[in-house]
């Protein structure tokens, strides 16, 4: 099957509310999409790229020049689309794994159009019903941060994550712990820590959190395993971990005891997968987190999340926990606390090509 056209779009949707991390704010994304057209279906895809390059190199403007000027000439009107092939064209690329990614989905996305399989099948996993966690951004203050955990846990999240930066952490997290003894908490530090601020972050060794996600600076595997070994609560790594040699390293070193995969963050489902397998076998847990995605984006990260070794509630909210409107349908609903990819083939649900178009404020065709 060829990719015969291609479409790149870029749609500005706004976060009901400003998402705070000790990274980077932002509220009003901006959505990049990709449609794979060929044999009559059209295979979509999101990049996760940010507004701001705070999180990772990559912007949602890099994504754009790396996808309509490198990736899609590459792969439009070749041969026939799948992994082996993409990773052939692209082999002179280096980086911009976020861009790589959103083509990469979609191809499968057509593929499992093609064969007639929804998409989670097709990359190894089933129909079955995934465990769902809130990510809460940073707070005004503590009385807002309290309300937020007392809705979503009302909502029926599986898990609560909450940001934190140097200040905002012990107190406010004993805070939350405090008024919900037994919920399961977790915390999301982006990197905003050092190994100076050991005898800090020990203090939230106290708190029975779930695990705290990437407190030290993306690619310090060495300070990880030091930080871990220093701490009873498991370290979860999210920006070090790019690749699937990033994984084996960490797993080699102790850096983490969890990993936080996120499929537009290590370049599509093939690297997601391999660090799948590498953790599966290292008997190390996993989840998959997100990135503020619409539905699209969703839809490769519930998919992924029916794979055996996703057990640990991911960051996949339902649509309502981001948007007025998504630009699916139908829209992803939470059932007592979890998603459940659609049987239809592919990604399952429709993204609503007509509002897409209305909303775009750029739009270009590779043919
Ligand atoms: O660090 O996991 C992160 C959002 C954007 C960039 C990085 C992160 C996040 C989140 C939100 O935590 C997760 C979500 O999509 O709900
Ligand atoms: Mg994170």
Not at 150 to 173: A, T, W
Request: negative net charge; contains cysteine.
């Amino acid at each position: 099957m060829q990719i015969e056209r291609a479409e790149v779009f870029l749609v500005p949707l706004r976060l009901h509310e400003p998402f705070e991390s000790s990274a980077a704010t932002v509220q009003d994304r901006t959505i990049v999409l990709v449609a794979l057209h060929g044999d009559g279906q059209t295979g979509w895809g999101e990049c996760v790229a940010g507004e701001t390059p705070y999180y990772s190199p990559e912007t949602t403007e890099t994504a754009w020049h790396v996808l309509t000027r490198f990736l899609l000439p590459a792969v439009v009107g070749g041969a026939h689309v799948g992994v082996g092939v993409l990773r052939n064209a692209w082999a002179a690329v280096r980086g911009h794994p976020m861009a790589k990614a959103a083509v990469e989905m979609a191809a499968w996305d057509l593929q499992a159009k093609r064969d007639n399989v929804p998409l989670c099948v097709a990359i190894g996993g089933a129909l079955r019903a995934v465990p769902v966690g809130v990510s809460i951004g940073l707070q005004h203050d503590d009385y807002a941060l309290l309300e937020h955990v007392e809705s979503f846990l009302e909502e029926g999240y599986l898990r609560v994550k909450i940001k934190i930066s140097p200040g905002r952490d012990v107190d406010m997290m004993r805070g939350v712990r405090d008024r919900f003894p037994t919920a399961s908490l977790m915390v999301d530090a982006n990197s905003a820590y050092t190994m100076a601020d050991l005898e800090r972050l020990r203090e939230l060794d106290d708190l029975g959190l779930t695990m705290i996600e990437e407190p030290l600076a993306p690619g310090d595997f060495g300070g990880h395993a030091e930080l871990q070994a220093a701490l009873r609560t498991p370290l979860c790594l999210d920006e070090s971990i790019g690749s699937a040699v990033d994984a084996e390293r960490a797993l080699e070193m102790g850096s983490c005891r969890v990993i936080n995969v996120k499929p537009g963050r290590v370049g599509g489902f093939d690297e997601a997968r391999s660090i799948h397998d590498l953790c599966l076998a290292s008997g190390v847990a996993m989840w998959c987190g997100g990135m503020l995605e619409s539905g699209v984006g969703r839809a490769h990260n519930v998919a992924l999340s029916t794979l055996p070794g996703f057990t640990l509630p991911g960051d996949i909210s339902p649509s309502r926990r981001y948007w007025e409107r998504d630009l699916i349908d139908p829209e992803w609903e939470m059932a007592d606390g979890a998603l459940t990819p659609l049987a239809s083939p592919g990604i399952g649900v429709e993204p609503d090509r007509a509002r897409i178009e209305n909303l775009s404020v750029r739009r270009t065709v590779i043919v």
